[in-house]
């Protein structure tokens, strides 16, 4: 019995439809392939650029440490346990160097080298990287506990000092982790290297 040509019709169109939509089909995954050839390459570019800035920063870092560690070393085993009861409820500052240069003031950003600590004598943060600093902490790019803030008003370019901050100007009722518990004070020596 022989197909009627109807049939043959449908089933050539059916034919034609699967075989666009196979063609199609390797087209979208040659199309993809393609896309994710380029989207690797941008990546890959992209990955280039920001080691080569990390180098960069790194390098600067590294430069900023030869000149600073052995200003700042000194102060490296200066954290000791503090009386918390003491401190009170003003920020207090003690200027251990003098500074020649730029002063801070309200708004003005700057990079410094830091260490701080809790009443124990625990330093929770800091510059110190072994036998080297840290790349400086910038101020333009963070903010800070407000008594820090507060501490370093008054400082010059190349300006040690030591800071005492009250709980409720530090970390207040939520501390910060396990070193710096609910309504602790703490203490920081910072030294200032640049000001803008």
Known sequence: MATPKSQRIGILIIAAVMLVGTLGSFAIMILAGENAKTDMAEQNKLLEEYQKQMEEEQKKADELSATY????????????????????????????????????????????????????????????DGEKLKAPLDTSQISLIPGWGEGVIGMKEGGVREITIPSDKAYGETGQGDDIPPNTPIKFIVMIISAN
């Open 69 to 128: 560690y052995p200003q700042f070393k000194p102060y490296q085993d200066d954290p000791a346990a503090f009386d918390a009861a003491t401190v009170g409820d003003k920020v207090t500052t003690k200027d251990l160097v003098v500074g020649t240069g730029k002063d801070i003031t309200e708004g003005v950003t700057y990079k410094a080298y830091y260490i701080g600590w809790n009443p124990k004598g625990k330093s929770f943060d800091g510059s110190f």
